[in-house]
T-cell receptor, first 116, second 113 residues
Framework: GAVVSQHPSRVICKSGTSVKIECRSL??????MFWYRQFPKQSLMLMAT?????????EQGVEKDKFLINHASLTLSTLTVTSAHPEDSSFYIC????????????FGDGTRLSIL | QKEVEQNSGPLSVPEGAIASLNCTYS??????FFWYRQYSGKSPELIMF????GDKEDGRFTAQLNKASQYVSLLIRDSQPSDSATYLC?????????????FGSGTQLTVLP
């Protein structure tokens, strides 16, 4: 079945560091990828929709200058958390939708980000 | 009113019983409905999706959709301890919307051996 690879799985770093998370679709082409954030015991919250070859669409309240998204190819999207602070510590999950299949979305394994 | 609502639980059922998970949604224009299972510390895993009114069965899982009542449910037959997880209901709320899926807050299920 479709597989989405997300890397790294865990990051621990100091406040002020920028962190890049990669999301790859391994066996299908994804024109659209989604980035979610999940705080403990809460549901997934969509941060932004990443479109191949164009600017990402950010949800209300998500700072586009802080969460930089690049979707340079049909199989790769990256999320960079710039100058991360402790309040950015969360579980970040990407998902991708097969350009041919439409639904459903397939999720990566997530990245647990801890900012000290 | 939240767009997608689920009882947070926890819901406990004995092994072998039927677990019933419920979800309501507010947007009558919603088209597609998904159930995901999420183990602690892991990302969601798709269990089932349903588009049409009625029931859809896949192994021990049955999804039920009633668009008139804006209600979707997931039944798990012969529940196993390995089914213990948080179950997320997700809805595609509008055609053409940039926001593809809206998730409920999840229901935590515990299957007792």
């Amino acid at each position: 079945g479709a597989v989405v690879s997300q890397h790294p799985s865990r990051v621990i770093c100091k406040s002020g560091t920028s962190v890049k998370i990669e999301c790859r679709s391994l066996d299908f082409q994804a024109t659209t990828m989604f980035w979610y954030r999940q705080f403990p015991k809460q549901s997934l919250m969509l941060m932004a929709t990443s479109n191949e070859g164009s600017k990402a669409t950010y949800e209300q309240g998500v700072e586009k200058d802080k969460f930089l998204i690049n979707h340079a190819s049909l199989t790769l999207s990256t999320l960079t958390v710039t100058s991360a602070h402790p309040e950015d510590s969360s579980f970040y999950i990407c998902s991708a939708r097969d350009r041919q299949g439409g639904q459903p979305q397939h999720f990566g394994d997530g990245t647990r980000l801890s900012i000290l | 009113q939240k767009e997608v609502e689920q009882n947070s639980g926890p819901l406990s059922v004995p092994e072998g019983a039927i677990a019933s998970l419920n979800c309501t949604y507010s947007d009558r224009g919603s088209q597609s409905f998904f159930w995901y299972r999420q183990y602690s510390g892991k990302s969601p895993e798709l269990i089932m999706f349903i588009y049409s009114n009625g029931d859809k069965e896949d192994g021990r899982f049955t999804a039920q959709l009633n668009k008139a009542s804006q209600y979707v449910s997931l039944l798990i037959r012969d529940s196993q301890p390995s089914d213990s997880a948080t179950y997320l209901c997700a809805v595609k709320v509008a055609s053409g919307s940039a926001r593809q899926l809206t998730f409920g807050s999840g229901t935590q299920l515990t299957v007792l051996p």
